[in-house]
């Protein structure tokens, strides 16, 4: 009966997995702060980020999914808790899961025992200035170290109007996605538009690309490939890094 619960105990420790020898460094530099999401969840039961602080945060060993900042959450007097940018609908603090509110800038990683690979996509939009940084690790299969990835510029200075995001004031708070914001197949690569050839970039992604070089800015842009880092055990994720 003891060997039994040993057994179960130990299947349960394996199966549910654990926590790895990763680190993200969650950096917020913005002057306001920031409340980090992850679908699905990383565990982050307190994802307030004050402005200039610095969180050391351990990720799963196998993980995919995506990380965005949340702007201007509150709780309002009947407790529900909501968000400018990046909401999760669920009027929790910690995010359960739901589409997140657009526009945002979303952090997409796959981490493997092997490799991690990581990608800033504003496929969704753009809220806030991101970068990812490896520290140290090399490109998997490739000689060469594991390039910071980023999208720093002011793309309120570009954004088209039609893609303009303002909250209730009229004030600018982000940059839609030409695909969230005309449902387009054109732009969102889907029905006739899916095929590798005929998705392309298209007038607002090349705006998008033309601050961001580094990012992915349509849902076919693989320009450059999607990063895949190997031996690199922290990453800087920094908000507003200037
Ligand atoms: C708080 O927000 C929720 C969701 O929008 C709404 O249902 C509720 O009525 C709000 N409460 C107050 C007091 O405004
Ligand atoms: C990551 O952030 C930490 C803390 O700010 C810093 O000490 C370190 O140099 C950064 N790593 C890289 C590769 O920039
Ligand atoms: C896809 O292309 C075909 C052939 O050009 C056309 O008949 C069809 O209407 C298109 N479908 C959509 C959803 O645009």
Redesign the pocket.
């Known amino acids: 009966m003891a060997n039994r619960a040993l057994i179960i105990l130990l299947l349960l420790l394996l199966t549910t997995g654990g926590r790895s020898d990763l680190i993200f460094?969650y950096?917020n530099k913005c002057s306001y702060p920031v409340w980090l999401a992850a679908r699905p969840s990383i565990g982050d039961s307190d994802p307030e980020r004050g402005p200039n602080t610095?969180e050391i945060f351990s990720m799963p060993d196998q993980w995919t999914g995506s990380i965005w900042a949340r702007t201007k959450c509150s709780f309002n007097a009947s407790y529900y808790f909501s968000c400018e940018t990046g909401d999760c609908g669920s009027g929790l603090k910690e995010c359960q899961n739901p589409p997140p509110a657009l526009p945002v800038t979303l952090l997409n990683f796959e981490i493997k025992p092997s490799f991690v690979s990581y990608e800033v996509s504003l496929n969704h939009g753009h809220n806030i200035p991101v970068r990812i940084?490896?520290?140290?690790g090399s490109l998997l299969g490739e000689v060469g170290p594991c390039p910071?990835v980023d999208c720093i510029e002011a793309i309120s200075d570009v954004c088209p109007s039609p893609l303009v995001a303002q909250n209730s004031d009229g004030r600018y708070i982000g940059c839609y996605s030409a695909c969230d914001e005309f449902k387009d197949p054109k732009y969102c690569c889907t029905g006739n538009y899916s095929s590798p050839g005929a998705c392309q970039p298209n007038d607002y992604s090349k705006t998008f690309k033309r601050l961001c070089k580094l990012a992915h800015t349509y849902p076919g842009d693989n320009d450059p490939p999607t990063y895949k880092c190997t031996g690199a055990t922290?990453y800087?994720i920094?908000f507003c890094p200037f």
């Open positions: 460094y950096e610095l940084q490896p520290d140290g910071v922290r800087n920094t």
